[in-house]
């Protein structure tokens, strides 16, 4: 048992000092007062990163930047200049930003492409698209400035890259977001900025719970309750679903060096879902 526990300390030890690069990085996250933005936060800010919550939930977005060392700043990211001040606050608190994360969005509306109310889908691309050019081009220009490279994650999603699976507003939003990425890396690589993707799926956060609610027509649906339906549907590993922690882990990875060959990538976090079919167990049996 002491080797065993010996093991493990060690082990703690060598992923702690493999994340002590990122001491006194700097990040911005947009959508950070809750949810995978939340997460993220605390993760970044466990590991010696300074954070900037940018976010229009002021009741639950300054209280969790107090608690982890960080600011808060309110922002609506389809305003371009509430964007560039969340990052000119970076740069006059810590003299740089290094690190840039997208995630601010919102479901939009639903329904037939037929029934589409373009001035519904105007408001959603001002926050999930428009957000994240803001996101981008600002974060950029800090980076470029402080001449020290930098990491720009965006939030896509599963919806992005297979259909059927959100709202069709939704999945434009996302899916333009993969061919900004991919055109940003293409410009800031010669600056040392690594531009990115994460593609969560089925990660029970307050968007996804509230969708299954309205599918379900239960008001008292829990993120609980979703990650198990996903876990059992929507996984090819069988009984776990997406969780919060993954989305910010993977931003984290996305964020350090141990990614600093990586740009121009959507990382998807779905269990294998969109790579294949899921109900293919005959083909295993004797």
Known sequence: MDGITKT???TDQMLSSK???LNGKVAVITGGARGIGAETAKLLAGNGVDVI???????LGAPLAESIGGRYVH???????????????????RGKLDIMFNNAGIAGPGGSIADLKMDQLASLVAINLNGVVHGIKHAARAMIAGGK?????CSSSSAAIMGGLASHSYSLSKSAILGLVRSAACELGQHGIRV???????????????AYRMILGKTDVMADEVGKIVGERGSLLRGRGGRMEDVAQAVLFLASEDSGFVTGHNLILDGG????????SFIYQD
């Open 8 to 10: 493990h300390e060690s």
């Open 196 to 210: 990115n993707c994460v593609s969560p799926h089925g990660v029970p956060s307050e968007m996804l719970v509230s």
């Open 53 to 59: 919550i940018a976010d229009i939930l002021d009741e």
């Open 149 to 153: 490279g930098g990491a720009i994650i």
């Open 273 to 280: 879902y969109t790579s294949a079919v899921s109900q293919m």
């Open 19 to 21: 994340r002590s690069f």
């Open 75 to 93: 922002c609506d990211v389809s305003k371009e200049s509430d964007v560039e001040s969340a990052v000119k606050l970076a740069v006059e608190w």
